[in-house]
Nanobody, 120 residues
Framework: QVQPVESGGGLVQAGGSLRLACTAS????MGWFRHAPGKERAFVAS????????YYADSVKGRFTISRDNAKNSVYLQMNSLQLADTAVYYC?????????????????WGQGTQVTVSS
């Protein structure tokens, strides 16, 4: 069974960078979502199994990059120019197929989450 496991969260100053990693077995599309205090969980980025297609939320376009290394069963989220509004618990999730979408409902497998805190 696919079981994503996140790593790489932490505390960073505004304007800084952080890279999240997620390991998950299986030929699946992968996505990153985040849950900020007082808000609903929201889509951040996703990538197909092939890595040929990626999708981003408007709020992170140009700042975040999703990538994957299938040889290592790993997906990464490079986060640059971090803002206070990026503070959240970040979740890695996997689809049942090689495709990827922006919808939570398409991801049946979820990690436990990793905290990212951006300070001023």
């Amino acid at each position: 069974q696919v079981q994503p496991v996140e790593s790489g969260g932490g505390l960073v100053q505004a304007g800084g960078s952080l890279r999240l990693a997620c390991t998950a077995s299986g030929r699946t599309g992968m996505g990153w979502f985040r849950h900020a205090p007082g808000k609903e969980r929201a889509f951040v980025a996703s990538i197909t199994w092939s890595g040929l297609n990626t999708y981003y939320a408007d709020s992170v376009k140009g700042r975040f990059t999703i990538s994957r290394d299938n040889a290592k069963n790993s997906v990464y989220l490079q986060m640059n120019s971090l803002q206070l509004a990026d503070t959240a618990v970040y979740y890695c999730a996997a689809t049942r197929s090689g495709g990827a979408t922006t919808r939570e409902m398409d991801y049946p497998y979820w990690g436990q989450g990793t905290q990212v805190t951006v300070s001023s």
